[in-house]
């Protein structure tokens, strides 16, 4: 089975271009490697919509499209929300090493495909994951350099409760088991490297867009960095 790299984004990226451009305003524009930024959190704690308005507000990052063994819920359009594949389908991919990671989730698989993260990684383009604990440590593993990563918390616990059964499409046995594994996904948020309260949306929105700008500044990532500085250099 082949995989095409798709991606979703609402803003269009600027590129990195040249080793280093000038803006219109004068302020230098460096290239860079881009960032693997990943979201969890247990389920209704409202990381689906944070990944949404962090597409909306920044530009240069997409949404990394997942693919599942789920089946396809009301709404949801294939290679946009995910990619869907049978079992068997997706042990391939595994087996083959075309995923960059994979978790077992509810009883469905879930998984993210290599090549298109690559690239898009050389490109200076960034990726946004929407995963679990279990993807997110296997991305630790196998992408510690490029990863940063984001554990979303509820307000309370009567507030996630609340926007479970605020679901429509889930049954109340769905909802207790979503419910039991909140409390397991809550038992790892201090592996992460930085950790939002959402109680609000747009603060929540804020904080991210922080983390984000922060992180693409890091010396490490801007590979054009030592030879803008040489280019100084040379005309001192």
């Known amino acids: 089975m082949s995989l095409r790299p798709v991606w979703r984004s609402r803003r269009r990226s600027t590129g ?5 451009r000038t803006l219109s ?4 524009k460096i290239e ?17 919509t944070l990944a949404r308005e962090l597409l909306r507000a920044e530009a240069g990052i997409e949404m990394s499209v ?19 594949v049978t079992q068997e389908e997706f042990s391939l991919l595994r087996d083959k090493g075309d995923l960059l990671e994979w978790a077992l989730v509810f009883d469905h698989s879930y998984g993210t ?43 309370s616990a009567e507030a996630l409760e609340t926007r479970l059964k605020g ?3 889930d049954s109340p046995e769905v909802v207790k088991r979503r419910m039991a594994g909140a409390s ?31 992180e693409r500044l890091k010396r490490d990532r801007r590979t054009g ?12």
Not at 34 to 44: A, F, N, R, T, W
Not at 115 to 138: H, K, S, T, Y
Not at 187 to 213: K, M, P, T
């Open 16 to 20: 990195c271009g040249s080793r280093c």
């Open 25 to 28: 305003e004068g302020h230098p």
């Open 32 to 48: 860079r490697r881009g960032l693997m930024l990943v979201l969890s959190s247990p389920s209704g704690a409202g990381k689906t």
């Open 66 to 84: 997942s693919v599942t063994t789920r089946p396809k819920r009301p709404g949801e359009t294939e290679g946009k929300d995910y990619i869907f």
């Open 113 to 155: 495909p290599r090549a298109p993260v690559e690239r898009a990684l050389q490109a200076g383009r960034d990726i946004l994951f929407d995963i679990d604990w279990q993807g997110a440590e296997n991305l630790t593993k196998t992408a510690p350099k490029d990863l940063v990563t984001i554990f979303i918390l509820p307000p």
């Open 167 to 169: 679901r429509a499409q």
């Open 184 to 214: 397991n996904e809550l038992q790892h948020w201090d592996e992460y490297d930085y950790v939002v309260i959402n109680s609000e949306i747009e603060e929540s929105l804020q904080e991210l867009r922080a983390i984000l700008a922060a």
């Open 225 to 236: 960095l030592a030879d803008f500085v040489r280019d100084i250099q040379k005309k001192l």
